[in-house]
Structures are given as C-alpha cells and as structure tokens.
C-alpha cells in the first residue's frame, strides 16, 4: 500500500507561488529575453502558454542564425511566426 503524503501549509505556498510565476506572462517574457535560440527553442516545448510566448517576434529578431544549416522547408513555416520554433 502507498500512502500519500500531504503537503504542508507551507509548501503548498510554496507550490503556488512557484506556479504564480511560471504563468505570469510578464515574468516569463523577462526571463525568455534572457535565452538564447536552444533556449526558447526548449522553453518553448515546455506547454502551450510558453509555446506562444516563446514565438514572439521581439525574441527572434536579435538571435544570430548564420552557420545553421536552415531547409527551404523550415523557412517558409518561419514565415508566419506561430511556426518560428520549427527551426528548433
């Protein structure tokens, strides 16, 4: 038999708050800026929420891509940004 283990009132603020901050859109955007293209690229596949934030025109623009072996294929799905992380 497993017994399930109660979380404490404390950690259950803990949890929240930690929650808190992974869904807050601001935050997250302060932290993307931060990321580099395997970055996003991997933040980006975490959920659906980071997946849009992650796409965000304003992370793309300052990465540097020269020497990534890019297909015609992968560009023309970058050119609507919602398919920007098929380059990932």
Known sequence: MHEEE?????????????RDVLCNEDLLKLLFEKLG???LC???ATCRQWR???????FWTSLDFS?????????SLTQ???????IC
């Open 67 to 75: 020497g990534l072996s890019i297909s015609p294929w992968q560009v």
């Open 52 to 58: 849009q934030i992650a796409e965000s025109d304003e």
């Open 6 to 18: 109660s979380c404490t009132a404390e950690e259950e603020m803990r949890l929240q708050a930690a």
């Open 42 to 44: 991997s933040a980006g």
């Open 80 to 86: 609507d940004s919602s398919n920007i992380l098929a």
């Open 37 to 39: 293209r395997e970055g």
